[in-house]
């Protein structure tokens, strides 16, 4: 790791969060790639792959709920952690902090949108 | 007084205050449809090493920043930070003790906010307020590299006049031009009755070592010294890429007192025992913001980071950042007259101000464990004691932690020492350490 480097590097398959755990943190992908997993009944479900400057665990953040996925380097990755408190806090004070996100969430939304419409068009 | 589709803003000063000031407003005009036409003035080059593209300063983001421009999409580079820091060790007359980040990762960013010291081959480092710089021009200001001649009035409009053209006339000026440049004279020649801020001195020094010895006598923590020197509030050495960054804070920093420090026992241990204190590679003493400008704002004008309102002592970057976000806000979403930024930008300001008095509370404070041996003990066995403790159960380590790093306002830091689980150990181990019980503790002179 460069010494100038920012957050914890991860290495491939490393799990950085896990579905079901409590969430005080949310992360920012510094460097590499991470995936997002889903354990279900007929197993594991790769919903996406994140890249620099994605989000991801910020769902948990602000509904109080457990992870819904898991999520692990893909390769050797970087990512830095956003805690709960401090980062809730200063929305509240700054509520244009949570324009980023918001962005992010909803492009996911979009492209979540995009693949039930694609998956639902397949059906018979 | 609004902003509409057009409206230009100045903004004199290209450090961390102008140009996230920039970057905001473009970044909020963006998202609501609005089309500003934002001018930086910076005379900088800060691709020069040196003076020459410097805006002196210690040069750390603290972990709180970090993370806050992280969530706004603002991600620092290895490029740009040339050391992460994991931990703190605080020197005291009595022993060192090494205080690592409550997670194990690297949240804070020791930087060079210009291209490196003097002396430094031009290109090596990369300056973090360059980088700012180049986000804000990425979002559409446009820089101009040139000096401020004079800002007047034009029929209630403001207006810049530089480098000998003829003027332009601005919706809203912002002034981001520190406490160091004679900027601060444009504005309080606009006779809108904006004053500058009070300052005290620092002293800033970069000591070249290169990066194997600034590995091998600092690793990647900052070192701290609590030293009963008359007139140092706080002393620190910061570890970057090749070199070493001593910053000291006071109302009494000179010559004679960087050289007791730097030739202080506890100083030396953590520098090679070949290193000549008169071989610095660069110095300088800026001054700091310790009260703010009062008023910041009038009508069209606002004063935004050091030579508005800042924090004292600390996290002078972080304060740029949050009277940026609040300038930026208020004048896309209110508008830009002396109420405007009276009921809005001005909350801002007011809850640093107060943070800031609880923070020369803070500061008084120190002055006692300075003095009073049996407070260094106490202090040092309750962070020794609480070192295998859940991060929650640290009392006294987050306090220092959050003194030390800048990252949570002084009014936490007060809260949390007001707390049963740090008064009552803290009392007990003052009372152990006055009747002298566990004095012969142990000695750590190898914290990094």
Redesign the interface.
Known sequence: MRIGALGKTYEDGQYITKQGESGQCMYIVQQGCVEVVVEGREGEVVLSRLEIGDVFGEMALFTGKPRSASVRAQGSARVLTVDKRGFLRRVHEDPSLAFHILQRMSERIQALDEEVVRLRSRQP | MRLADGSCVGVIGGGPAGTLTSYFLLE?AE?VGLALDVDIYEPRDFSRPGPAGCNMCGGIVSE?L???L????I??????????IDSYVLHTDQRQIRMATP?????I?A?HRGSGPKGCPPGEIESFDGFLLDLAREKGAHVHACRVDEIAWDNGWPVIRADGMPGKRYDMIVGAVGVNSTGLKLFEGLGSGLRKPHTAKTLICEICLG?EQV?EYLG?AMHVFLMDLPGLEFAALIPK?DYVTVCMLGVGIDQSLAERFMNSPDVRSCLPIEWDAKSSACRCLPRINVTGAKPCFADRVVLVGDCGVSRLYKDGIGAAY?TA??CA?TAIFRGVSKDDFRAHYWK?CR?LEWDNRLGKGLFLMSVFFRKLRFLRRAMLRMIENEQHAAPKHRAMSTVMWNTFTGSAPYRDIVLRSLMPDFVIPFSMECVRALLGVGNGGPTSRSAH
């Open positions: 909020t998202r709180s970090v993370q806050l992280a969530a706004e999409g991600n620092l580079p290895p490029s740009v930070v040339q050391r992460g997670v194990e990762e690297m949240r960013a930087l990066r590995q990647n890429g949050r976000k609040a806000v801002t809850r």
